[in-house]
C-alpha cells in the first residue's frame, strides 16, 4: 500500500506566509516612504482592517493605498511606488533566501523548490517534498525568475492551473490569507492550513478545515509533517 502513496506538493502564500515578517516589513517601508504621521495613521486603521482577514490583498488594493497615501503626503506616486518596490524586492530576496536555507537545516533533504515550467529538477526525488510559491503580488515578479514565484492577480487561477498540472499530488495550501488563501483552495477541493493569530477555531467550522489552523509557518509545517 505504501508504494502507492501519493506524492506531496506544499503550496505556499508569499507575502505574510513565506515571506512571514512581510507586514512588518512593509510598515518599515511605508514609514520610510512616506514620512506623514496622518499617512501612519491611515496606514494603522488599514492595518487593523486588514487583520481581519476579510480584504484581499491584491495588487490593485496595494496601487489604491499607495495612491491615497501619496495624496495624503502631496508625493508623485510613481516615485513613492517604485520607490516601494525596490525596498520590497530587496527584503522579499533575503526573506526567501532564508527561509530555503532554514527548510534545508531544520529539515535536511525534506523539501526542494518545485519548478512549475521546468521538469527536470534539481533535487527532486521520491522521497522528498516539492514545494511551490504563489503570489497575487505584482513586485514578487521582480523575483520570480530566480526563485520560481508563481505571480498571478487570482490565486483561484494559480492554484487551478498547479491541481492541473500535478493532478497525481496530494496538495495542501498554507497561507494567512481567507479571502486570497483559504476560500481559493477549499473551492478546489484542496487540503489547507490557515496561518492566522485572530480568527477563532470556532469562526472557522464554516469551512470545515481539513488541517489545522495555526499561528505560524513553522507551526504549519510540523503540522503537514505530521500526516508524512
Same mark, same amino acid.
Do not use: H, P, Q, W
Given at each position: 500500500?505504501?508504494?502507492?502513496?501519493?506524492? +506531496?506538493?506544499?503550496?505556499?502564500?508569499? #507575502? =505574510?506566509?513565506?515571506?512571514?515578517?512581510?507586514?512588518?516589513? #512593509?510598515?518599515?517601508?511605508?514609514?520610510?516612504? /512616506?514620512?506623514?504621521?496622518?499617512?501612519? /495613521?491611515?496606514?494603522? !486603521?488599514? +492595518?487593523? %482592517?486588514? &487583520?481581519?482577514?476579510?480584504?484581499?490583498?491584491?495588487?490593485?488594493?496595494?496601487?489604491? +493605498?499607495?495612491?491615497?497615501? $501619496?495624496?495624503?503626503s502631496?508625493?508623485?506616486? /510613481?516615485? !513613492?511606488?517604485?520607490?516601494?518596490?525596490?525596498?520590497?524586492?530587496?527584503?522579499?530576496?533575503?526573506? %526567501?533566501?532564508?527561509l530555503q536555507a532554514d527548510l534545508d537545516a531544520k529539515y535536511p533533504n525534506k523539501f526542494y523548490h518545485k519548478a512549475f515550467q521546468n521538469e527536470c529538477e534539481? =533535487? &527532486?526525488?521520491?522521497?522528498? @517534498? =516539492?514545494?511551490? @510559491?504563489? *503570489?497575487?503580488?505584482?513586485? *514578487? &515578479? *521582480?523575483?520570480? $525568475?530566480?526563485y520560481q514565484i508563481l505571480v498571478e492577480h487570482s490565486k483561484l487561477n494559480l492554484l487551478k492551473e498547479i491541481k492541473t498540472k500535478f493532478n497525481d499530488y496530494d496538495i495542501c495550501m498554507i497561507g494567512d490569507s481567507i479571502l486570497d488563501d483559504i476560500i481559493p483552495a477549499k473551492i478546489l477541493g484542496i487540503s489547507f492550513i490557515h496561518i492566522t493569530k485572530n480568527v477563532s477555531k470556532e469562526k472557522m467550522t464554516f469551512f470545515e478545515r481539513k488541517k489545522a489552523i495555526v499561528n505560524s509557518l513553522d507551526h504549519a509545517i510540523k503540522e503537514f509533517l505530521r500526516d508524512d
Open positions: 500500500m505504501e508504494e502507492n502513496k501519493k506524492k +506531496r506538493l506544499l503550496v505556499f502564500d508569499f #507575502d =505574510g506566509t513565506f515571506f512571514e515578517n512581510f507586514f512588518e516589513i #512593509d510598515r518599515k517601508i511605508i514609514n520610510e516612504v /512616506f514620512k506623514n504621521k496622518l499617512v501612519l /495613521f491611515v496606514d494603522n !486603521v488599514a +492595518r487593523k %482592517v486588514n &487583520s481581519l482577514g476579510i480584504v484581499k490583498n491584491t495588487t490593485r488594493v496595494f496601487k489604491l +493605498r499607495i495612491l491615497t497615501y $501619496a495624496i495624503l502631496f508625493k508623485s506616486y /510613481f516615485k !513613492v511606488k517604485e520607490a516601494y518596490r525596490k525596498m520590497y524586492v530587496k527584503e522579499a530576496t533575503n526573506a %526567501v533566501l532564508k534539481n =533535487g &527532486s526525488d521520491e522521497k522528498k @517534498i =516539492g514545494y511551490i @510559491i504563489i *503570489s497575487n503580488n505584482e513586485f *514578487s &515578479s *521582480s523575483i520570480k $525568475a530566480e
